[in-house]
T-cell receptor, first 117, second 108 residues
Framework: GAVVSQHPSWVICKSGTSVKIECRSLDFQATTMFWYRQFPKQSLMLMATSNEGSKATYEQGVEKDKFLINHASLTLSTLTVTSAHPEDSSFYIC?????????????FGPGTRLTVT | KNEVEQSPQNLTAQEGEFITINCSYSVGISALHWLQQHPGGGIVSLFMLSSGKKKHGRLIATINIQEKHSSLHITASHPRDSAVYICAVRGSQGNLIFGKGTKLSVKP
């Protein structure tokens, strides 16, 4: 099946620093990529949707200046958490969509656990 | 009320038991996903279905569009099936709406 990778799998950073998380679709070109956040014992919450070459669409309540998303190619999207704070500590999951609106598959990355100290 | 409700929230079973996890939703959907989240957090997509029934190994997923209900069944459960199982529905805009998950623990 299709594979989506994330790097790093876990990261610890100090408050005020920035962290970049990469999401790659390894064996297919992703028409759309999604970034989710999951707090302990909570559902996945969509943060933003990005299409290659265009600006990401952020969900209500998600600060676009804090969570920078770059979708530079059909196989790579990055999420940068700028000026991280302890409340940003969470599990970040990306997902890549293959195919088109009427018929597509969505594949999930393994996630990145961010801890801000 | 959540748009996607799963039951039970927690489930403990003995190895070999037949397991059923239920998902009910209240919105119009174009498809429904069953996902498996391992203890480390990684997510695997098990099924995507919009009607009827799908089977993969010991896993079976069914959906009843009229009743807005789906079930995930695991036959001959095994400790390695222990995970959180998440139901997610694809709304009319293509977005996914997630249930809170069902934590399954299979004891040897």
């Amino acid at each position: 099946g299709a594979v989506v990778s994330q790097h790093p799998s876990w990261v610890i950073c100090k408050s005020g620093t920035s962290v970049k998380i990469e999401c790659r679709s390894l064996d297919f070109q992703a028409t759309t990529m999604f970034w989710y956040r999951q707090f302990p014992k909570q559902s996945l919450m969509l943060m933003a949707t990005s299409n290659e070459g265009s600006k990401a669409t952020y969900e209500q309540g998600v600060e676009k200046d804090k969570f920078l998303i770059n979708h530079a190619s059909l196989t790579l999207s990055t999420l940068t958490v700028t000026s991280a704070h302890p409340e940003d500590s969470s599990f970040y999951i990306c997902s890549a969509r293959r195919g088109h609106r009427s018929s597509y598959e969505q594949y999930f990355g393994p996630g990145t656990r961010l801890t801000v100290t | 009320k959540n748009e996607v409700e799963q039951s039970p929230q927690n489930l403990t079973a003995q190895e070999g038991e037949f397991i059923t996890i239920n998902c009910s939703y209240s919105v119009g959907i174009s498809a429904l996903h069953w996902l498996q989240q391992h203890p480390g957090g990684g997510i695997v997509s098990l099924f995507m279905l919009s009607s009827g029934k799908k089977k993969h190994g010991r896993l079976i997923a069914t959906i009843n569009i009229q009743e807005k209900h789906s079930s995930l069944h695991i036959t001959a459960s095994h400790p390695r099936d222990s995970a959180v199982y998440i139901c997610a529905v694809r709304g009319s805009q293509g977005n996914l709406i997630f249930g809170k998950g069902t934590k399954l623990s299979v004891k040897p």
